[in-house]
């Protein structure tokens, strides 16, 4: 491709809306065009980089035992209504009316009609195990789509499922495809780890995301540095530390004035904040819960939510928490009635805790679980941090920031139970299909893989995904023996197999240089009458500093070198 043809034009300046990198970079080499909020068209040069993306994603999960097949965008709004998934997924969710007052959904995901599909063709055991898969576009109307690619309303998506029989045949599936992803990582360029994750609007039994660690991510990953254990912020556990047994004392009022935070209130009575409860208010789908934790920790809203199984979280207004009488800043569980009370399991790692007394200015000493209040529901829903122990060997865990680049789920019978989805066995007894799900967003795949890939000029593309080879410049490009030598070269890297770009514009070397820096392809080629009249071109990698020399006919040989040909 000559850049005088290529459609797509850089730009010097950083576009004004770019958040991250990989948002600014894109738009500067000409890769993406923003048609609306979260809606992007993809250039020449994007739409390159993400076939090879997709190509790497066909081969892997082809090898993993997949096939491939399509599904529409455009589905019937009843088949979620039926899963539950249509109120969970609430605004989220693109619905439109056809001509016939039918309502349907662009869908955000596959899962129900994929289990539909199934249902209607695995007519036995012997249809069992399969491994389908897709690669097409999804709508989420994000209430903050961000940072270019990604977090989007319109993207590409690679989504896979599993069909087994059991729970061993179910496992085989699961460890096949995140072999297959970790393959397609390693081939892309990239390294993500593996992390323990919320299942969020997908539900299941058990997740794991795929995360490349950057500091401009939006997800927050644990990591304990000796054991490997890793898990997001949404999913993490970690040990929670014991107070020392102590005999249980009566209750006693202490006031408390201006009192209204646990660390204030910690620092008025000279305790630890875990010698502290803290109650905080959220409404869920339209009911007040009061929420019980210990001082020191924070509410983990993912892990509330789950607890609570509730389609609709928020936290509650004060006009809320004071219609139902509640005395914020001062109130607990101690002596309330008729609220709906979830405890963090800290209340269990304690006694004799600083609570509100519900009256404004006090506090009451020595408030226990289950003595002096009772919960409804009691599990953890607490907020790992930097600094907590790990559960599994008690070192202390760590927090880095990541982007999420692949989510697999543990669906199980999920949704084959709602719909029917079921298979005779070699007795023909029925039993419903288990599933697994798996999804890849393409378009996120190229962005995180430039936010991990980048320096102060530009974009450093992966090989494998990069969307051209070479960048073949030409200084002067208006001398015929620089034309003529560059022309020559460009066509005998196009006939090896090679994929080159060819700057061919009239410009100074210092916007060519810095275009070719931006757009960060593997191998730049320099053409130039210093070059020609020493009987060299200059080959040099876009990782590194140093150019290295060569006669023209020696080119293609050290090309195919630097890129492991």
């Known amino acids: 491709m000559r850049v005088t043809k290529m459609f797509g034009k850089t730009q010097r300046d950083d576009p004004a809306e770019a958040e991250l990198p990989s948002h600014r970079l894109m738009l500067k080499a000409g890769m993406i065009y923003r ?62 009316q056809d001509r016939r ?16 599909i199934v249902k209607a063709n695995v007519l036995s055991y012997r249809d069992l195990p399969l491994r389908l898969y897709q690669i097409q576009t999804k709508f989420r109307d994000e209430p903050r789509p961000r940072g270019g690619l990604i977090r989007v309303r319109e993207f590409d998506m690679k989504d896979a499922y599993s069909i087994d029989a059991d729970d061993e045949s179910f496992d085989a599936s699961y460890q096949a495809m995140v072999q297959a992803y970790k393959n397609i990582y390693a ?41 490997g254990y890793a898990a997001n912020a949404e999913k993490a556990t970690f040990r929670k530390s014991s107070q020392p047994d102590e005999e249980l004392l009566s209750t006693e009022e202490v006031a408390t004035p201006g009192i209204g935070t646990i660390d204030a209130l910690a620092e008025f009575l000279d305790i630890p904040s875990s010698k502290t409860l803290k109650a905080i208010f ?71 805790f600083v609570v509100g007394a519900n009256k404004e200015g006090y506090h009451l000493r020595n408030a226990n679980y289950p003595r002096d209040f009772s919960a409804d529901i009691v599990a953890d829903i607490a907020l790992a941090a930097a600094g907590d122990a790990c559960t599994e060997c008690g070192t202390a865990l760590e927090t880095r920031r990541g982007i999420e680049v692949g ?25 419903p299909i288990s599933m697994g799900c798996y999804g890849i ?48 070269l460009y066509e005998e890297l196009a006939e090896a197999g090679l994929e080159p770009l060819f700057d061919d514009r009239v410009e100074s070397p210092g916007v060519k240089f810095n275009d070719a820096d931006l757009i960060g392809l593997p191998i730049r080629v320099v053409v130039s009458p210093r070059n020609l009249k020493q009987g060299v071109v200059e080959i040099k990698l876009r990782t590194s500093d140093d150019a290295v020399t060569v006669a023209p006919d020696q080119a293609l040989d050290k090309i195919r070198e630097l890129l492991g040909a």
């Open 282 to 352: 959220y409404m869920a789908d339209g009911h007040l819960s009061v929420i019980v934790i210990r001082g020191d920790l924070e509410v983990n809203e993912i892990k509330l939510h789950n607890a609570l199984d509730a389609t609709d979280l928020r936290l509650a207004s004060p006009a809320e928490v004071r219609e139902a009488g509640i005395v914020a800043g001062s109130a607990s569980p101690v002596g309330l009635e008729g609220v709906h009370v979830v405890a963090d399991d800290s209340i269990e790692l304690g006694s004799n």
């Open 187 to 227: 081939r892309c360029g990239l390294d993500a780890i593996m992390v323990e994750a919320d299942s969020g609007a997908i539900g299941g039994k058990d997740s794991h995301e795929f995360i490349l660690l950057a500091e401009t991510g939006e997800d927050t990953i644990i990591l304990c540095p000796s054991c």
């Open 407 to 431: 989510h697999v789920f543990k669906l199980g019978v999920l949704y084959s139970e709602v719909f029917g989805a079921t298979f005779p066995d070699s007795d023909g007894e029925h039993h």
């Open 441 to 488: 967003g393409v378009g996120r795949l190229l962005a995180a893989a430039i936010e991990q890939n980048h320096d102060d000029r530009g974009i450093i593309f992966p090989e494998p995904i990069a969307p051209y080879d070479v960048h073949l410049v030409a200084l002067n490009a208006d001398k015929e023996d620089v034309v003529a030598a560059a022309e020559s």
């Open 101 to 116: 007052d039918r309502w349907h959904l662009l869908a955000p995901t596959h899962e129900e009609l994929l289990t539909n």
């Open 35 to 96: 048609a609306s909020a979260g809606v992007y068209a993809y250039l020449p040069m994007a739409w390159r980089s993400l076939r090879k993306v997709e190509q790497i994603i066909r081969e892997e999960m082809n090898a993993a035992g997949g096939q491939e097949m399509r599904m529409p965008a455009l589905q019937p709004r009843e088949i979620w209504q039926k899963s539950g998934r249509d109120a969970a997924y609430g605004p989220d969710a693109f619905r439109l």
